[in-house]
């Protein structure tokens, strides 16, 4: 792809990430990189992730003609508002937060030209945070939901949609809705589940955890900050998972009987069924 | 240690494990298989599992020092039975039931010497089944619980632990109740929600289920008759640990609301300081 510019707002994992990926992956392409504290521009500079450093979100979107939303979610507004006189008519904007209705409805009210903002939410992260944690290979076969409106213009889609490709990966589109409420159940009701999990053991029982709870509670060693802020932001959509995952627990509990042994057998192995389909050849699992 | 001889009742991925260890780091023992089926038994003699095999469980345990139960659990009553007759009196029995309580009390009613008998529970295993599945490595730096009760003899207990440590395990030793209800929090219950999670899902949501969602539900895919005879011999812990999830569920409602915003930044951020103390250096995580 041609890209001569690129705006990365806020140089953490996934906007340090993107910007080592793209400096390898797009040639003649210039990526600029604002942020808020001198050190980890410094630092994004030093390890390759960015070409010019600003602290000003201004400058940093002047010519530009991608510009990616990288910093918490908390701050979109804000930074939306502060660039939004700067940008060129014919600049793109996308973003890379967790959930997207919010942040779609921040873009048509901040940004001069919503049908030139693209949401996205490329699935690629870890544990640890920050610009230290960011790889070229972040992206490499993940995931990336891209959520368009009615009016979303062709041209800026495909522009992000390419990019993300470029970057190694999958991209799905859907609705800022389907998006919120589908991620609910895959991803924001999983995590808590797995912070729940933790928080209900003992010391005792936690003594005697084993490597299938350490698989299943791994994503609870996350960012707590981070996970609130997209927890109230899709609450609506959490508690309706919640909801759901209590009629499984109403079911299964009335299936912990000798008499349903079948029916609680019938249960896993058809679950069990539908897990493993999930791993199946050239799926990241 | 000196063991001359030790008998593996089943040789599936638990049972062929355990003599593959065995035969490597046990010089000068003799394992016997037992199994029901003739073409499991020749796949261990080939694999080097077992150095003899039978069909007899009688003659199995025929002159041996350590008889180690690894049918699935719901064989366990028959196969003690099988054997009582046939132990010698020095004989030492130990299981590998993923229960406790219900095996102590068949081993109680069956066996002629009960103080012989001891209760295991390796913590090892993995989604795949099956003598085709045995490593020799199976055990190294996992857990191993072991149940003894007031009048177990000293010197049975003495060997199955030492047994375990050989084979490369940490050996935890608690009652067969603390066993059962530690482990409905810290393994039964994080399975049947692994299962749970999966089945709620929509086929749109597993489209977009990434890494997290894989990592929490990968104990999902083990075998659907193996858990269900665990979370059946459970049942009772099991439900208490639904109780408590539920508690938690109600917790975690009441603060899914932008003025509960810290409250639910500190339940998540102990959680996350929980589990990272979980994944400590010289811990299997």
């Known amino acids: 792809m041609s890209l001569s510019r690129l705006s990365i707002l806020g140089v953490g994992l996934l906007g340090g990430s993107i910007g080592l990926a793209a400096r390898s992956r797009i040639s003649g392409c210039q990526v600029v990189g604002y942020g808020h504290r001198t050190e980890t521009l410094d630092r994004a500079l030093q390890l390759g992730a960015i070409d010019v450093a600003t602290l000003d979100p201004a400058e940093a979107v002047s ?5 990616i939303l990288a ?3 908390g701050r979109f507004e804000r930074v939306l508002n502060q660039i939004a006189p700067h940008l060129s008519s014919a600049a793109v904007v996308t973003d890379v937060g967790s959930t997207k209705r919010s942040v779609v409805q921040l873009a048509e ?4 030209n919503p049908a030139r903002f693209v949401g996205s939410h490329p699935m ?11 790889r070229a290979d972040l992206f490499d076969r993940a995931m990336c939901m ?4 009615p009016q979303t213009d062709p041209t800026a889609l495909e522009l992000v949609e390419s990019f993300w490709r470029i970057l190694g990966m999958r991209v799905i589109r859907l609705s800022p809705e389907d998006h919120d409420r589908h991620l609910a159940d895959a991803s ?10 933790v ?3 003992s010391s005792d029982s936690l003594e005697l955890a084993g490597k299938g709870f350490a698989d299943m509670t791994r994503i609870a060693a996350g960012d707590g900050g981070l996970w609130r802020d997209i927890l109230l932001d ?4 959490v508690r309706d998972s919640i909801a759901r995952l209590r009629a499984q627990l109403d079911c299964v509990e009335a299936l912990l009987r000798p008499d349903q042994a079948d029916a609680l057998r019938t249960y896993l192995d058809t679950a069990a069924a539908t897990r493993r389909a999930l791993s199946s050849p050239g799926r990241e699992s």
Do not use: K
Not at 124 to 134: L, N, Q, S, V, Y
Not at 146 to 149: G, L, Q, V
């Open 71 to 73: 910093t918490p979610v």
């Open 124 to 134: 690629a992260g870890g544990e640890r945070a920050g610009i230290d944690a960011a």
């Open 234 to 237: 899709n609450a609506d959509n």
């Open 63 to 67: 010519g530009t003609e991608l510009v």
């Open 109 to 112: 009210q901040a940004l001069p």
């Open 188 to 197: 924001h009701l999983p995590h808590l589940l797995a912070s729940m999990l």
């Open 199 to 201: 928080a209900m053991q």
């Open 146 to 149: 891209t959520t368009p409106m």
